[in-house]
C-alpha cells in the first residue's frame, strides 16, 4: 500500500486539459540535443524540464531549418512537447520514498519475530538443534516421514533408534568436541579411539505415526570409571507426551587393534565438562540372559550377512541393524499381533563385512503380563556372540494408554 502511494505520487497521470504532442526524432521542430534543466509545473509537481538553447545572430534568437533561417518572431509561441524526459521526477524525492518503504517493510518482519530469546538456548552452528540447560542438554526435532513407519502406520522401532543415534552425533558435534564427522573427541583422534555401545535399554510407551513431529532430547553422564552413559527422552512436539525414554553405556576401542581402552586423562578433560550428574532415565536391568543355542532356541533364522549400506565410518555394522536381525527369528504371528515395548540389547563383539550371523530367539519363561517376552542371541556361524537381548511385547492397541507414564522429568524440559 504504501509503495503503491508513493509511485501514484510521483508519476502523475497527464491533466485532460493539457494536449500532448509527441516530439519528432528526425528533421522536426523538436530535438534531443543536449540539455539545460529548467523547472516548469506539471499537475500541480515541479518537475525539471529541457529546453536546448537556440542559436543567435546579431542578437536575435533563430531556429534552424532546412528551408533556410527564420526569426524568433516569425516563430509562433507553442508548449514545449510532452516527451518521457521532461516528465521524470526528481530522484532525491523517490529515493526517499522507496528508503521509507523498505524501513516499513524492514519493521514489519522485525515484529514477527516476536517470541523472546532465552538465554539457555544456542542454536548450534550447523543448524541441526539446539543446546538447553546451560549447554548440557541437547533438542532436535524429527518429523515422522513415510518411509519411516511400518505396516501397521506407525514408525518402526528402527526409526527410533535412528532419531536417537543421530541426536547423539549431532549433539557431539554442536557441542564443538566433533573431530572427524563421527562422535570423536580431538584426543580421541589423535589416539586412533573411537566410541562403542556396550548396553542399550529402551522402553516405548507410544510409537509416533506419519506426519507426527517428536521432540528428542539427549545428555551425557558418568558410567563407572571407563564408561559414559547417555539418556534420551523421546516426546510429542503437540501433547508433550513422553513416548520413548532410552539409556545407554559406551566404551572405547582402539579403532585399529579394535580392543577397550580406558579413557585418557586428556579424553577425560574433554568429556566431562558435559556430563550430568543423574540418575538413568530407565532403571539397569541387570537381570541374567540364559544362554541360547539350537537346543534351547524356539526358532533359529541362518545366513544373515551385512551388506555395504550396513556399515558405518569405523567400518563395522551399524548397531541399529542387529534390532532388525533380532526380529528376523521373532515369530511372525507375534509382530502382526504385538508391538515391541521394550528392548534390552548388551554387545559382544563386532562383526564385519564378511561375517555370516545366525538369530535365535526363545520365549522367556520368566515374562510376566499380557504379553510377550523373548531371548535373543546373534551370533557368529562359529558360534561367537555379537549381541545378547530381551525384548517384550504388547497388544497393539495397549500402546495408546502406555505402559510408561508420562510425568514430567527434570532433564528433557527447560
Keep these: 500500500m504504501v509503495a503503491t502511494a508513493a509511485s501514484s505520487a510521483f508519476f502523475p497521470l497527464p491533466s485532460p486539459d493539457t494536449s500532448s504532442r509527441p516530439g519528432k526524432l528526425g528533421n522536426g521542430s523538436s530535438s534531443l540535443s543536449p540539455l539545460k534543466p529548467k523547472f516548469v509545473a506539471n499537475a500541480g509537481l515541479k518537475v525539471k524540464a529541457s529546453a536546448s538553447a537556440p542559436p543567435k545572430i546579431n542578437g536575435s534568437s533563430v531556429g534552424l531549418k532546412s528551408g533556410g533561417l527564420k ?7 507553442v508548449p514545449p512537447p510532452r516527451t518521457f524526459i521532461n516528465q521524470l521526477p526528481d530522484w ?8 521509507t518503504v523498505f524501513l516499513a517493510a524492514e519493521k514489519q518482519w522485525m515484529m514477527l519475530d516476536w517470541k523472546p530469546k532465552r538465554p539457555d538456548m544456542l542454536v548450534d552452528p550447523f543448524g541441526l538443534g539446539s543446546i538447553v540447560q546451560g549447554g548440557l542438554v541437547f533438542r532436535q526435532n524429527f518429523s515422522i516421514r513415510s518411509y519411516e513407519i511400518g505396516a501397521d502406520r506407525t514408525a518402526s522401532i528402527e526409526t527410533v533408534m535412528n532419531h536417537l543415534q543421530e541426536t547423539a552425533l549431532n549433539h557431539v558435534k554442536s557441542a564443538g568436541l566433533l573431530n572427524d564427522g563421527f562422535g570423536r573427541t580431538p584426543e580421541m583422534f589423535k589416539r586412533d579411539l573411537i566410541w562403542v555401545v556396550a548396553k542399550m535399554q529402551v522402553m516405548v510407551n507410544r510409537y509416533p505415526t506419519w506426519g507426527d513431529t517428536v521432540e528428542v532430547n539427549t545428555w551425557v553422564a558418568k558410567s563407572g570409571k571407563n564408561g559414559m552413559r547417555r539418556d534420551w527422552l523421546i516426546s510429542d512436539c503437540n501433547t508433550g507426551e513422553i513416548l520413548t525414554r532410552a539409556s545407554s553405556v559406551w566404551v572405547m576401542m582402539n579403532q585399529k587393534t579394535r580392543k577397550l581402552s ?3 586423562g586428556e579424553v577425560r578433560h574433554e568429556i566431562e565438562p558435559h556430563f550430568i550428574d543423574c540418575a538413568p532415565v530407565i532403571e539397569d ?8 543355542d539350537e537346543k534351547t532356541a524356539d526358532s533359529i533364522r541362518k545366513g544373515l550377512t ?28 507375534v509382530l502382526e499381533s504385538q508391538e515391541l515395548s ?32 523373548f531371548q ?12 545378547k537381548g530381551r525384548t517384550e511385547w504388547r497388544p497393539k ?12 522429568t527434570s532433564h528433557g524440559d527447560s
Design 262 to 264: 580406558k579413557i585418557p
Design 376 to 387: 535373543h542371541l546373534l551370533r557368529l556361524e562359529d558360534g561367537g556372540e555379537i549381541v
Design 342 to 373: 521394550s528392548l534390552t540389547l548388551e554387545y559382544r563383539r563386532e562383526c564385519g563385512r564378511e561375517s555370516v550371523l545366525e538369530s535365535l530367539t526363545a520365549v522367556d519363561p520368566s515374562g510376566k503380563g499380557f504379553g510377550s517376552q
Design 285 to 292: 536391568d541387570d537381570r541374567k540372559l540364559r544362554k541360547l
Design 71 to 77: 526569426t524568433q518572431e516569425d516563430t509562433p509561441s
Design 306 to 333: 551385512p551388506k555395504w549400506n550396513d556399515l558405518d565410518v569405523n567400518q563395522h555394522v551399524n548397531n541399529v541393524k542387529y534390532i532388525g536381525w533380532i526380529l528376523e527369528s521373532t515369530p511372525q504371528e
Design 397 to 408: 492397541t495397549a500402546g495408546v494408554n502406555g505402559a510408561i507414564a508420562s510425568g514430567e
Design 92 to 99: 532525491s524525492m523517490l529515493l526517499a520514498a522507496i528508503t
